[in-house]
């Protein structure tokens, strides 16, 4: 089950307490999403595209730490793409859920860490991650991760359907 969806009219500190609500909220889904499912289907794919709900949790464990320790931060970070594999998502036989959820923990706690150092108007370093273009604020940054999340826990939302029927956020 999720944390309650962070509503509208929910009184908050700032805008970046509300941004960092809203992956708090995206992150619980997709936990609840994957409760219960079994070694088999969490590394196989029911759709065409062919990715497994343990790729798409380590594919968005590296986006945060791409677009905030990285891009953001201008940190030097290893493997950067560690989530990809021959132009796809990839995760090692050795990788589990219990894992790659604590990594994604992990992260959590450094995109929380990275917006309290910041202001959400400030820019990011120049470097790598912006592939040439200007960097982006913080807020703009956490507002494509927050899309990232939306979007991704959507489709874990159909895998679910397709598989057992399971639908809706928690």
Not at 61 to 85: A, C, I, K, N, S
């Amino acid at each position: 089950m999720s944390i309650p969806f962070p509503e509208p009219t929910q009184p908050a500190t700032s805008r970046t307490a509300v941004l960092l609500g809203y992956l708090d909220y995206f992150r619980s889904v997709l936990r609840g999403k994957l409760a219960g499912l079994d070694e088999t289907v969490l590394r196989g794919s029911v759709l065409p595209s062919g990715w497994s709900p343990l790729e798409l949790v380590k594919h968005l464990t590296y986006v945060e730490m791409r677009w905030l320790e990285w891009g953001f931060e201008g940190r030097p970070v290893d493997h950067p793409w560690g989530d990809q594999r021959d132009g796809r998502w990839h995760v090692g036989p050795d990788q589990t859920l219990g894992g790659l959820l604590a990594e994604l923990d992990h992260r959590a706690g450094v995109t929380t860490a990275i917006a309290g150092r910041h202001d959400l108007a400030e820019t990011g370093v120049p470097g790598e991650r912006w592939d040439g273009a200007e960097p982006a604020t913080l807020e703009r940054v956490l507002l494509h991760l927050v899309q990232e999340y939306a979007r991704h826990c959507g489709h874990l939302d159909v895998v679910r359907e397709l598989l057992d029927g399971v639908v809706g956020e928690s």
